[in-house]
């Protein structure tokens, strides 16, 4: 066995597999702030008080900040390498080339992470700095609800999120496969689990600007 | 029935290459691609004009000789089934066919239809093996084997190394050709020994050769003609982890 052995990182699996534990990071964090962002339906007691908890330990916000940070950066990395690596591994493309098996979902996951990378500056300018919010304020309900009012916001929201559905559907099933979880005898679960998780994000997420563009939920 | 012929030319590695053009007419639908490649070439040589080079050896399917993409599909778009064995009745009378070499920085362009997989055979020597004594053969059922193992690993070895899941992979990927090798070998208990320095070799000369970064498209998967799964690579994954986890 001559060849040089690599390290870990030093390989495209040993990447992916830092892709995944990030992804799955980041998917944590996806899944809890659209837990959270449900609480809207509660009133504005429950949300502003949710959200006033978060902040309430400086700490523990920015350790969980930080986490979600470093998860990102080391996600993105990871992506580029992998991404150079197979741009340069055909430098010559095929005239025709058909597909039978990969999804749409798979195509876009590369684009996806740029195009979900810029909303998310948007996104925290919009609801955590607020410099592009119209009206911003400490009262958090008020600012979701005064956000999602100006359509042209809340669709682009939607189909930002859209992005991310596609991304964790993608993602979730690869993470799966790249751990090496993936058995004839239970191969369908995974994908189940990725179908499933990756449209409850995206339901629960659409839900907030759709209801405040209904007007089911209004400023106080 | 007949065709038209759109088939890549290419002198060497150094030439850039471009599609002739040829006219296939009169030919059978039973013939196979392989079969008819050889008339239209037949009759490139009666009339002076130099043939196109491809790849063939044992026409049955079993050698791995044979590949091209045909109309987008590597080994064309029958599914599990290599170039020789598909037939010209798959395809509509009057159609255009699009034949190019299975692309990929790691196979270069020999001539024409034909490329170097040598890459392969790298990545094979790097571990694909187990060592032992040679002699007379062990006798048979002396190392028991349950028969879910030994049917996985059976699956994983019908591999027949011809490149068609670097040439549908989106990526130029080899993750289904090594996990093979790898999943192979790591179904029986004679490949438990090398078990770890295996997958840590094979993985690196298959980096090595430059080969792209599988993104789970399992456009492998479908153009297999061995129909090799994709648990084949999860199980080369599991198995790089654990080697990344010991020492
Ligand atoms: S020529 Fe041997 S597999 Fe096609």
Redesign the pocket.
């Known amino acids: 066995m001559a060849t040089k052995v690599m390290t870990f990182y030093g390989t495209s699996i040993g990447k992916k597999v830092v892709m995944a534990v990030t992804g799955f990071i980041v998917f944590g964090f996806v899944t809890v702030h659209m837990l959270g962002n449900l609480q809207v339906f509660s009133g504005p007691e429950k949300l502003n008080a949710y959200a006033h908890f978060l902040k309430s330990v400086p700490a523990f916000l920015w350790t969980f900040r930080g986490l979600i940070l470093i998860s990102a950066v080391l996600h993105i990395l990871a992506a580029t390498q992998l991404t150079l690596q197979s741009w340069s591994a055909r430098p010559q493309g095929y005239a025709v080339q058909r597909y039978r098996e990969t999804t749409y979902a798979a195509r876009t996951v590369r684009w996806g992470g740029p195009i979900i990378g810029l909303f998310l500056v948007y996104h925290i300018l919009h609801f955590t700095t607020g410099q592009v919010h119209p009206s911003f304020s400490d009262n958090v309900y008020n600012n979701v609800v005064t956000g999602f009012a100006v359509w042209w916001v809340s669709v682009f929201y939607i189909v930002a999120v859209a992005f991310v559905g596609l991304h964790l559907y993608h993602g979730v099933w690869s993470m799966f496969q790249t751990v090496g979880l993936n058995h004839p005898k239970w191969n369908v679960w995974p994908r189940v689990f990725a179908v499933a998780f990756s449209l409850a994000v995206f339901a629960g997420m659409v839900s907030v600007p759709i209801a405040a563009l209904a007007g089911l939920v209004r400023p106080v | 029935m007949d065709f038209k012929l759109k088939v890549w030319r290419q002198r060497g590695a150094g030439d850039k290459g471009a599609f002739a053009n040829y006219d296939a007419k009169d030919i059978s639908p039973d013939t196979s691609f392989?079969e008819m490649l050889d008339i239209v070439n037949e009759r490139l040589i009666a009339k002076g004009e130099e043939p196109f080079a491809f790849d063939?050896?044992?026409?049955?399917?079993?050698?791995?000789?044979?590949?091209c993409m045909v109309n987008g599909y590597a080994h064309g778009h029958q599914g599990g089934t290599?170039?020789?064995?598909f037939h010209m009745r798959e395809f509509q009378d009057g159609e255009t066919i699009w034949i190019e070499p299975f692309r990929a920085k790691a196979f270069p362009v020999i001539r024409d239809l034909v490329v170097d997989r040598g890459a392969f055979d790298k990545i094979v020597q790097a571990g694909g093996y187990i060592s032992v004594r040679t002699g007379s053969a062990p006798d048979g059922n002396a190392v028991p084997v349950p028969k879910d193992d030994a049917e996985r690993s059976m699956d994983a070895a019908a591999c027949?190394g011809?490149g068609a899941c670097v040439a549908a992979c989106p990526n130029a990927s080899a993750m289904l050709f090594t996990s093979g090798k790898i999943a192979q070998f790591a179904r029986l208990p004679q490949g438990q020994p090398e078990r770890i320095d295996r997958v840590r070799h094979m993985v690196a000369a298959m980096e090595q050769a430059g080969f792209g970064a599988c993104t789970n498209h399992a456009e492998c998967e479908a153009a297999c003609?061995k129909e090799l799964k994709l648990d084949c690579i999860a199980q080369m994954n599991r198995d790089l982890i654990k080697a990344a986890l010991v020492k």
Not at chain 2, 56 to 67: A, F, L, M, N
Not at chain 2, 82 to 85: K, P, V
């Open positions: 392989l063939h050896d044992c026409r049955e399917g079993i050698c791995g000789t044979c590949g290599t170039l020789c064995q027949i011809c003609p």
